[in-house]
Structures are given as structure tokens and as C-alpha cells.
DNA sequence: AAATATTTTTAGATTAGTCTAAAAATATTT
DNA sequence: AAATATTTTTAGACTAATCTAAAAATATTT
């Protein structure tokens, strides 16, 4: 059996690979983790042992294949979580996470399954992040930081590349929600600021940092 | 903060209490969470040094006003989640126990009355058994043992006494489920086995043990 | 009341997961 | 290439939760 602590660091494992190619350092799993370093190297040798990541002292870890199927199926229950918690029972987007990392542990492929039928086979979450699905595949999406649109181009916002408190809130704030039709009014050459019309009516203008982190697919 | 062990701990505490109105033995929560004697000795001590429940040397253990309430919240958490599970994921009421074992553990009171309100306020679960409100209120409902009704009297299956997987599947064969409408037809002296109507149609003999463990809401 | 049986606690060990401080290995700068 | 800085591992300790075996306390039988 797996514990809920070797889970959070195979997800920790994971979601660091997404971002970097090479084997994951041991000082970024405790960074992630929020841990001491030592207590990455006991654990990362825990994982190796049970042949879930490849270890070699003093150059990192990878995810075995089997390290690989248990964290994605991981973000998979996460996120399924969050759909249920948003859809169904109507809490805000920057109120999902917290709770669907405790969710995400529980033990039930059945449970999982009639999870997913219930929300109708959803393929993103409320973040607007991709649902794996039983096998690990995920569904490719053609997006573009608001950012990389040109003048007058249109699109609708479906993703974020930050996940804080803080961006959601602000986010939330000036109903730049997911689903939401944009276009791209003027942008700034002095700051990159993006001037856009949010739906029908709302124009506002918001900074190059922003633009960056918001995902939309061109209409 | 409180571990799950130690709420598994305190609900063990709490359900022998219904049975037993005396202070309850070492042994019996040992038995009861299937561990050695020695480990309940240590965790009854860190229990009562966080005033969760008071316990004295070889007298047994009761739950405080406090580990009253975590108790009652958890059997509260769990009879909600066997709901969800059974109204809206459409498991089986043999199948709903073990996943809410693990879903009562899941820490967040805005879940929990979300959850409730969701389900529209069940007042009991798909074993009959009735859900403490946020106070750790129960509804009473008037119901006896089969075995205690006599002949032509008629009502309906509102509960059961025993939970095991066993009973459940006997009663799923025979159609014995909860909101079903008998009438005893006729009680044989000889053993004290009762032949019931089961709806419309069906006749059948149970044993007195069955008899027993069937609550029946008189009509 | 003494002997015997049962229950409960203590003693001592183990495992998972964590920490701090020191040592060792690797990378960077001079 | 040597000195310095950074990263990673080791050493040793701690807590929660568990166990077995032995000792102590309590209950039952004779
Ligand atoms: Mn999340
Ligand atoms: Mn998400
Ligand atoms: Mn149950
Ligand atoms: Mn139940």
C-alpha cells in the first residue's frame, strides 16, 4: 500500500516534471513539499525502493512508470474533486483546491468512475485544467497567453497558469472568469498593458503580468 | 489538531456507549478497532490529556463534552456522505460504509453543509440510522423489532439493527429494503419465525433472528 | 481467604515521517 | 587549480501509532 504522504510527493514529482525535463532535485521536491531536504532524501529513497521513481544520489528523481500512473491518477480524482465541489455543490473556484486535496486520497475506483459519470465525463476542471482520463490521456487544447493575441483578435478565456489565491481573486474581481468572451481592444507599447472588452460591455485594462497568465482560444 | 486515529478512536468510544451506559473497558475499544490492548491503554491517555475523554486506571473510559461532539459530528459526517453516496452515485447500501469510512475524515464544515443542503437535510441514511444536526440532535422515530408485532399488524421497514455485509445481502435478496410495506401474516409458535407480506405480493418466512434485527414503523 | 483467571498496564521495540546540525559531494568563483 | 559557495546526504533525535511479552491489578472460583 501507498500512503497519503508518498502520494503528495509523487504529485510533487510530477508536476515539477511538467515544468522542467531533467530529474527533479532534491532541493525542489522539499521546496514543494515544504520540508526539510533531509526528509526528501529519506522519502525519495522510500519511492525508490518501492520502484516508484528512479533515484541516484546527488542527481535527482524521475517517476517510474508506476510512480507515473499513481500521480496522474492523482490529478485525475483532484480534479474530478474540484469539478463536483464547483458544479455541484456551488463553492467559488478559489475555494476547490484545499479541499480536494484531502478528497484526492480517498481510496475507491468505483467511487472515482460514478464520480465521473455523475459530472458527465468533465474535461476540465474549474481552473481550466485538463481531466485525465482512466488511461492518462489528456485532452490538448490550441490556447495562447492573452498576451501573444494581436489587436482585435477575440477569444474566450479557458485557463490560467497560476493557480494563487491572489490571481483568482483578482481574477474574480473584474469577471475575468473562465468561458468569458474577450477581445482584444489596444495594447500598450509602453508596458505591454492589454486594454480588452470582457463580454458584452466591461472594458478593462490589465498589465503585461496578468495577460501572461490567463489562456485564451482564439474564437 | 485531532488525528484521524484518534477520531476512529473517540467513535469507537462513542458507539459502545450506546450499548452501555458504564464507563467502557480497554478491551472493548481493542476489540472494537481491532488492536492489541496495549496500543488503547497509550492512545486512551493522550485522549484524556486532551480532555477528549476522561479515563482512570483500569476503570474505563467516557467520552467529555468535547469528544462528544467530534464523535457526534463524525457519525453526522459519515451517515451524510453514505447519502451522497447512495441518492446521488446510486451505490448500493451494502457498498456505502467502507468509501465514508474514509470520506468522514475530510476536514471542512462549509463541505459538510453543502453537502447537507445538497441532499436536501436527509434525516437518515440509507441503513435507517438517523443524522445528528449540526448539534448533535437526533430525530426519534417510533419503531419496533418485527419479532414484537403480532399477527395482521402492518408497517413498514424503517431500520435495522445489524450492519453486517451478510445481513444486508439477505435482506437485499429477499427484498427486505427500506420504505417497504409488509404485514405479519403469521407467527409460528413452534420456532418464532414470521411469515410477512413484502408489498403487494410476496410472501415469506423469516427467522426470529431476522424478525429482530428489522425495525418496522407501525402503519 | 487463597488460588486462579482475566483484564489492564508497563516495558521495550518497530515503522513512518519529520526535524536540526554536521559532513560530504558538487558547482561556481577567483 | 584552489578557494568558496551551494546542494545533498548522513547522523542522530523526536512523535504518533503500533506491536509482543511480562508485570500488575482486578475479578472469579474454590
Ligand atoms: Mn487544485
Ligand atoms: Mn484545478
Ligand atoms: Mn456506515
Ligand atoms: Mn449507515
Known amino acids: 500500500m501507498i500512503s497519503q504522504t508518498e502520494e ?39 519511492l525508490s525502493s518501492k520502484e516508484l521513481i528512479h ?22 480524482k483532484h480534479r474530478l474533486w474540484e ?8 463553492f467559488t473556484w478559489d475555494e476547490v483546491h484545499d479541499i480536494a486535496e484531502q478528497l484526492e486520497h480517498i481510496q475507491s475506483n468505483e467511487l472515482i468512475d460514478r464520480l465521473d459519470r455523475f459530472l458527465g465525463y468533465p474535461k ?3 481552473h481550466g485544467d485538463p481531466i485525465p482520463d482512466k488511461d492518462g490521456n489528456f485532452v490538448v487544447r490550441e490556447q495562447y497567453p492573452l498576451s501573444e493575441l494581436s489587436e482585435k483578435e477575440k477569444g474566450t478565456i479557458v485557463g490560467i497558469r497560476e493557480h494563487t489565491k491572489s490571481f483568482l481573486a483578482y481574477l474574480e474581481q ?25 463580454g458584452e460591455h ?10 501572461n497568465n490567463l489562456f485564451i482560444k482564439k474564437d
Chains 1, 2 share one sequence.
Not at 83 to 90: A, E
Not at 204 to 210: A, D, F, L, S
Open 8 to 46: 503528495n510527493y509523487l504529485k510533487a514529482i510530477y508536476q515539477l516534471s511538467q515544468k522542467n525535463d531533467t530529474p527533479i532535485s532534491t532541493n525542489a521536491i522539499a521546496k514543494q513539499m515544504q520540508t526539510a531536504a533531509s526528509s526528501v532524501t529519506d522519502m525519495v529513497k522510500r
Open 55 to 76: 533515484y541516484q544520489s546527488h542527481k535527482g528523481s524521475t517517476l517510474t512508470e508506476k510512480g507515473n500512473i499513481i500521480a496522474c491518477n492523482l490529478i485525475r
Open 83 to 90: 469539478c463536483f465541489l464547483f458544479d455541484t455543490l456551488n
Open 124 to 126: 476540465f476542471d474549474p
Open 174 to 198: 473584474f469577471n475575468l472568469l473562465l468561458g468569458q468572451h474577450i477581445e482584444v481592444l489596444k495594447i500598450f507599447n509602453y508596458d505591454q498593458s492589454v486594454k480588452i472588452r470582457i
Open 202 to 211: 466591461e472594458i478593462h485594462t490589465v498589465t503585461q503580468k496578468i495577460a
